[in-house]
Protein backbone atom coordinates (compact mmCIF):
# COMPACT_ATOMS: atom_id res chain seq x y z
CA UNK A 1 0.00 0.00 0.00
CA UNK A 2 1.31 3.31 -1.28
CA UNK A 3 -1.17 5.65 0.70
CA UNK A 4 -2.64 4.00 3.19
CA UNK A 5 -0.86 2.20 6.57
CA UNK A 6 -3.29 -0.44 7.83
CA UNK A 7 -2.26 -2.10 11.50
CA UNK A 8 -4.25 -4.88 13.30
CA UNK A 9 -4.02 -4.24 17.39
CA UNK A 10 -7.27 -6.60 18.28
CA UNK A 11 -9.60 -6.10 18.58
CA UNK A 12 -9.19 -3.17 16.67
CA UNK A 13 -8.16 -2.54 13.21
CA UNK A 14 -6.45 1.31 12.36
CA UNK A 15 -6.25 2.73 8.99
CA UNK A 16 -4.14 5.44 8.69
CA UNK A 17 -4.03 8.15 5.94
CA UNK A 18 -0.56 8.13 4.43
CA UNK A 19 0.59 11.17 2.55
CA UNK A 20 1.37 13.91 5.27
CA UNK A 21 2.78 15.93 3.09
CA UNK A 22 0.01 16.35 1.06
CA UNK A 23 -2.09 16.72 4.06
CA UNK A 24 -3.55 13.42 3.17
CA UNK A 25 -5.24 14.57 0.13
CA UNK A 26 -7.42 11.68 -1.62
CA UNK A 27 -6.40 10.68 -5.23
CA UNK A 28 -8.19 7.42 -6.88
CA UNK A 29 -4.82 5.18 -5.74
CA UNK A 30 -5.77 6.23 -2.14
CA UNK A 31 -9.70 5.32 -3.00
CA UNK A 32 -8.36 2.05 -4.11
CA UNK A 33 -6.12 1.24 -1.02
CA UNK A 34 -9.00 1.81 1.37
CA UNK A 35 -11.12 -0.68 -0.19
CA UNK A 36 -8.73 -3.25 0.13
CA UNK A 37 -8.14 -1.82 3.68
CA UNK A 38 -11.17 -1.75 4.68
CA UNK A 39 -12.20 -5.33 3.52
CA UNK A 40 -8.90 -6.49 5.51
CA UNK A 41 -10.47 -5.65 8.51
CA UNK A 42 -13.90 -6.67 7.28
CA UNK A 43 -12.98 -10.24 6.63
CA UNK A 44 -11.28 -10.75 9.96
CA UNK A 45 -13.17 -11.96 12.79
CA UNK A 46 -11.00 -10.95 15.00
CA UNK A 47 -11.05 -7.26 14.12
CA UNK A 48 -14.35 -5.47 15.99
CA UNK A 49 -13.49 -2.19 15.38
CA UNK A 50 -12.10 -0.25 12.66
CA UNK A 51 -10.16 3.43 13.12
CA UNK A 52 -9.43 5.75 10.68
CA UNK A 53 -7.21 8.28 10.49
CA UNK A 54 -4.78 10.78 9.42
CA UNK A 55 -0.54 10.57 9.48
CA UNK A 56 0.81 14.27 10.01
CA UNK A 57 -1.02 17.51 11.11
CA UNK A 58 -4.38 16.17 8.90
CA UNK A 59 -7.20 13.74 9.15
CA UNK A 60 -7.44 15.04 5.08
CA UNK A 61 -7.60 17.73 3.51
CA UNK A 62 -10.03 16.64 0.98
CA UNK A 63 -9.82 15.01 -2.54
CA UNK A 64 -6.38 15.90 -3.98
CA UNK A 65 -6.99 19.23 -6.20
CA UNK A 66 -3.29 19.07 -7.85
CA UNK A 67 -4.92 16.28 -10.16
CA UNK A 68 -8.38 17.71 -11.05
CA UNK A 69 -6.80 19.82 -14.18
CA UNK A 70 -6.01 17.06 -15.56
CA UNK A 71 -9.85 15.94 -15.26
CA UNK A 72 -12.90 16.21 -17.65
CA UNK A 73 -16.50 16.33 -17.23
CA UNK A 74 -16.17 12.19 -17.15
CA UNK A 75 -13.12 11.25 -15.78
CA UNK A 76 -14.66 13.72 -12.98
CA UNK A 77 -17.79 12.08 -12.61
CA UNK A 78 -16.17 8.82 -12.37
CA UNK A 79 -13.33 10.12 -9.60
CA UNK A 80 -16.26 11.01 -7.19
CA UNK A 81 -18.32 8.04 -7.95
CA UNK A 82 -15.57 6.00 -6.92
CA UNK A 83 -14.80 8.18 -3.71
CA UNK A 84 -18.91 8.14 -3.24
CA UNK A 85 -19.16 4.32 -3.39
CA UNK A 86 -15.85 3.85 -1.30
CA UNK A 87 -17.57 5.72 1.45
CA UNK A 88 -21.37 4.11 1.00
CA UNK A 89 -19.60 0.68 0.97
CA UNK A 90 -17.86 2.37 4.57
CA UNK A 91 -20.86 3.33 6.12
CA UNK A 92 -22.51 0.24 5.31
CA UNK A 93 -19.87 -2.12 6.77
CA UNK A 94 -21.22 -4.32 9.57
CA UNK A 95 -18.68 -3.47 11.90
CA UNK A 96 -18.81 -0.27 13.25
CA UNK A 97 -15.98 2.67 12.44
CA UNK A 98 -14.73 5.39 13.89
CA UNK A 99 -13.07 8.38 12.56
CA UNK A 100 -10.31 9.60 14.78
CA UNK A 101 -10.08 13.61 13.44
CA UNK A 102 -6.47 14.47 14.40
CA UNK A 103 -6.65 17.87 12.45
CA UNK A 104 -8.16 19.41 9.33
CA UNK A 105 -11.27 17.06 7.93
CA UNK A 106 -12.17 18.85 4.69
CA UNK A 107 -14.01 18.09 1.66
CA UNK A 108 -13.74 14.54 0.78
CA UNK A 109 -11.90 14.30 4.21
CA UNK A 110 -15.29 14.97 5.82
CA UNK A 111 -16.96 12.97 3.55
CA UNK A 112 -14.65 10.17 4.46
CA UNK A 113 -15.30 11.10 8.38
CA UNK A 114 -19.06 11.23 7.60
CA UNK A 115 -19.25 8.28 6.48
CA UNK A 116 -17.56 6.50 9.90
CA UNK A 117 -20.62 5.50 12.64
CA UNK A 118 -18.66 8.49 15.04
CA UNK A 119 -16.47 11.17 14.95
CA UNK A 120 -13.81 11.96 17.76
CA UNK A 121 -11.75 15.13 17.14
CA UNK A 122 -9.39 16.85 18.68
CA UNK A 123 -9.40 20.07 20.09
CA UNK A 124 -7.02 21.44 17.08
CA UNK A 125 -9.12 19.78 14.44
CA UNK A 126 -10.68 22.03 11.91
CA UNK A 127 -13.79 20.79 9.39
CA UNK A 128 -15.18 22.00 6.76
CA UNK A 129 -16.63 21.61 2.81
CA UNK A 130 -14.63 24.25 1.24
CA UNK A 131 -15.50 22.90 -2.52
CA UNK A 132 -17.56 26.13 -2.98
CA UNK A 133 -14.49 27.71 -3.20
CA UNK A 134 -13.31 26.06 -6.05
CA UNK A 135 -16.22 26.50 -7.79
CA UNK A 136 -17.61 23.26 -7.49
CA UNK A 137 -19.46 20.77 -4.73
CA UNK A 138 -19.06 18.08 -2.36
CA UNK A 139 -18.80 14.97 -4.59
CA UNK A 140 -18.07 11.88 -2.28
CA UNK A 141 -21.79 12.25 -0.44
CA UNK A 142 -21.34 15.37 1.79
CA UNK A 143 -24.57 17.14 0.06
CA UNK A 144 -26.64 13.82 1.70
CA UNK A 145 -24.85 13.08 4.58
CA UNK A 146 -24.72 16.55 6.13
CA UNK A 147 -27.87 17.32 6.12
CA UNK A 148 -29.05 13.78 7.52
CA UNK A 149 -26.41 14.52 10.23
CA UNK A 150 -27.30 18.25 11.43
CA UNK A 151 -30.13 19.23 9.93
CA UNK A 152 -30.58 21.47 6.45
CA UNK A 153 -29.82 24.65 7.69
CA UNK A 154 -26.16 24.20 9.31
CA UNK A 155 -25.50 21.88 6.32
CA UNK A 156 -26.50 24.64 4.18
CA UNK A 157 -24.40 27.19 5.75
CA UNK A 158 -21.55 25.01 6.13
CA UNK A 159 -21.55 24.19 1.83
CA UNK A 160 -22.60 27.54 0.77
CA UNK A 161 -19.73 29.29 2.72
CA UNK A 162 -17.18 26.77 2.56
CA UNK A 163 -16.23 28.30 5.98
CA UNK A 164 -14.16 26.30 8.17
CA UNK A 165 -15.22 25.17 11.83
CA UNK A 166 -13.46 24.04 15.16
CA UNK A 167 -14.28 20.62 16.54
CA UNK A 168 -15.75 22.70 19.58
CA UNK A 169 -18.41 24.18 16.96
CA UNK A 170 -18.48 20.84 15.03
CA UNK A 171 -19.39 18.79 18.42
CA UNK A 172 -21.89 21.49 19.24
CA UNK A 173 -23.69 20.81 16.14
CA UNK A 174 -23.48 17.23 16.37
CA UNK A 175 -21.46 17.10 13.42
CA UNK A 176 -18.83 14.87 15.94
CA UNK A 177 -19.54 12.99 19.01
CA UNK A 178 -16.53 13.95 20.77
CA UNK A 179 -13.86 16.46 21.66
CA UNK A 180 -10.37 15.88 23.06
CA UNK A 181 -6.96 17.37 23.74
CA UNK A 182 -4.78 16.16 20.61
CA UNK A 183 -2.34 14.31 23.24
CA UNK A 184 -5.51 12.43 24.72
CA UNK A 185 -6.87 11.75 21.48
CA UNK A 186 -5.50 8.30 20.46
CA UNK A 187 -5.91 6.61 24.25
CA UNK A 188 -9.84 8.44 24.14
CA UNK A 189 -10.62 6.81 20.64
CA UNK A 190 -9.18 3.37 21.48
CA UNK A 191 -11.34 3.59 24.96
CA UNK A 192 -14.08 4.21 22.65
CA UNK A 193 -13.33 1.26 20.29
CA UNK A 194 -12.64 -1.06 23.14
CA UNK A 195 -15.91 -0.26 24.56
CA UNK A 196 -17.50 -1.20 21.02
CA UNK A 197 -15.90 -4.41 21.05
CA UNK A 198 -17.31 -5.52 23.61
CA UNK A 199 -20.78 -5.22 22.30
CA UNK A 200 -22.44 -7.97 20.39
CA UNK A 201 -21.73 -7.91 17.25
CA UNK A 202 -25.15 -8.88 15.32
CA UNK A 203 -26.57 -6.41 17.35
CA UNK A 204 -24.72 -3.62 16.13
CA UNK A 205 -24.69 -4.94 12.68
CA UNK A 206 -28.61 -4.72 12.83
CA UNK A 207 -28.59 -1.30 14.41
CA UNK A 208 -25.91 0.04 11.66
CA UNK A 209 -28.15 -1.47 8.84
CA UNK A 210 -31.76 -0.18 10.70
CA UNK A 211 -30.16 3.51 11.10
CA UNK A 212 -28.50 3.78 7.62
CA UNK A 213 -31.37 2.14 5.74
CA UNK A 214 -34.28 3.11 7.84
CA UNK A 215 -33.35 6.65 7.38
CA UNK A 216 -34.41 7.01 4.00
CA UNK A 217 -37.56 4.80 3.90
CA UNK A 218 -41.14 5.18 5.09
CA UNK A 219 -41.64 4.92 9.14
CA UNK A 220 -43.49 1.92 8.99
CA UNK A 221 -41.12 0.63 6.65
CA UNK A 222 -38.29 1.17 8.70
CA UNK A 223 -40.38 0.31 12.26
CA UNK A 224 -41.41 -3.32 10.29
CA UNK A 225 -37.80 -3.83 9.66
CA UNK A 226 -36.68 -3.24 13.04
CA UNK A 227 -39.89 -5.56 14.56
CA UNK A 228 -38.30 -8.37 11.87
CA UNK A 229 -34.65 -7.76 13.34
CA UNK A 230 -35.81 -9.27 16.78
CA UNK A 231 -36.20 -12.11 15.23
CA UNK A 232 -32.81 -12.60 14.11
CA UNK A 233 -31.15 -11.19 17.64
CA UNK A 234 -33.45 -13.60 19.33
CA UNK A 235 -32.58 -16.77 17.66
CA UNK A 236 -28.64 -15.34 18.48
CA UNK A 237 -26.17 -17.09 21.48
CA UNK A 238 -25.55 -13.82 22.50
CA UNK A 239 -28.96 -12.61 23.06
CA UNK A 240 -29.10 -16.20 25.63
CA UNK A 241 -25.67 -14.72 26.95
CA UNK A 242 -26.30 -11.48 27.51
CA UNK A 243 -30.10 -11.92 29.55
CA UNK A 244 -28.59 -14.70 31.16
CA UNK A 245 -25.46 -12.61 32.54
CA UNK A 246 -27.90 -9.64 33.34
CA UNK A 247 -29.94 -12.33 35.77
CA UNK A 248 -26.84 -13.84 37.21
CA UNK A 249 -24.99 -10.31 37.68
CA UNK A 250 -22.32 -11.20 35.63
CA UNK A 251 -20.78 -9.13 32.59
CA UNK A 252 -21.82 -10.82 29.56
CA UNK A 253 -19.42 -12.61 27.23
CA UNK A 254 -20.45 -11.49 23.48
CA UNK A 255 -19.21 -13.90 20.43
CA UNK A 256 -21.17 -12.72 17.33
CA UNK A 257 -22.89 -16.20 17.59
C1 LIG B 1 -13.41 15.41 -8.60
C2 LIG B 1 -14.19 14.76 -7.50
C3 LIG B 1 -14.19 15.51 -6.22
C4 LIG B 1 -15.04 14.87 -5.20
C5 LIG B 1 -15.40 15.69 -4.02
C6 LIG B 1 -14.29 16.16 -3.17
C7 LIG B 1 -13.81 17.40 -3.37
C8 LIG B 1 -12.75 17.94 -2.53
O1 LIG B 1 -12.41 17.42 -1.47
S1 LIG B 1 -12.02 19.34 -3.12
C9 LIG B 1 -10.80 19.71 -1.91
C10 LIG B 1 -11.37 20.41 -0.72
N1 LIG B 1 -10.30 20.80 0.17
C11 LIG B 1 -9.76 22.01 0.17
O2 LIG B 1 -10.13 22.88 -0.56
C12 LIG B 1 -8.62 22.22 1.17
C13 LIG B 1 -7.35 22.60 0.44
N2 LIG B 1 -6.26 22.86 1.37
C14 LIG B 1 -6.16 23.99 2.09
O3 LIG B 1 -6.99 24.87 2.06
C15 LIG B 1 -4.94 24.14 2.96
O4 LIG B 1 -3.96 23.23 2.51
C16 LIG B 1 -5.22 23.88 4.46
C17 LIG B 1 -6.06 25.02 5.04
C18 LIG B 1 -5.93 22.55 4.68
C19 LIG B 1 -3.87 23.80 5.24
O5 LIG B 1 -3.12 24.95 5.02
P1 LIG B 1 -1.59 24.96 5.48
O6 LIG B 1 -1.47 24.47 6.87
O7 LIG B 1 -1.06 26.32 5.16
O8 LIG B 1 -0.89 23.84 4.59
P2 LIG B 1 -0.56 23.92 3.02
O9 LIG B 1 -1.64 24.60 2.29
O10 LIG B 1 0.83 24.48 2.86
O11 LIG B 1 -0.58 22.39 2.63
C20 LIG B 1 0.56 21.54 2.69
C21 LIG B 1 0.69 20.86 1.34
O12 LIG B 1 -0.45 20.07 1.13
C22 LIG B 1 -1.05 20.40 -0.13
N3 LIG B 1 -2.51 20.22 -0.06
C23 LIG B 1 -3.35 20.60 0.90
N4 LIG B 1 -4.58 20.25 0.61
C24 LIG B 1 -4.55 19.61 -0.57
C25 LIG B 1 -5.52 19.01 -1.41
N5 LIG B 1 -6.82 18.94 -1.06
N6 LIG B 1 -5.12 18.46 -2.55
C26 LIG B 1 -3.82 18.47 -2.92
N7 LIG B 1 -2.84 19.03 -2.17
C27 LIG B 1 -3.21 19.59 -1.02
C28 LIG B 1 -0.69 21.87 -0.31
O13 LIG B 1 -0.81 22.22 -1.65
C29 LIG B 1 0.73 21.88 0.21
O14 LIG B 1 1.57 21.36 -0.78
P3 LIG B 1 2.97 22.10 -1.14
O15 LIG B 1 2.64 23.53 -1.42
O16 LIG B 1 3.51 21.36 -2.31
O17 LIG B 1 3.79 21.94 0.10
Same mark, same amino acid.
Given at each position: ????????????????????????????? *?????????? =????????????????????????????????? !????? $????????????? =????????? *?????????????? *?????????????? !????????????????????????????????????????????????????????????????????????????????????? $???????????? *?????????????????????????????????
Amino acid at each position: METIVIKKETPIGWIYLNRPDRLNAINQQ *MIKELRQGID =EMVYDSDIKVIIITGNGKAFSAGADISRFKELN !GYTAW $QFAKSGRELMDYI =ENISKPTIA *MVNGYALGGGLELA *MACDIRIAAEEAQL !GLPEINLGIYPGFGGTQRLVRLIGKGKALELMLTGDRISAKEAEKIGLVNKVVPLSNLEQETRNFALKLAEKPPISIALIKLLVN $QGIDLPILAGLN *MESLGWGVVFSTEDEKEGVSAFLEKRKAQFKGK
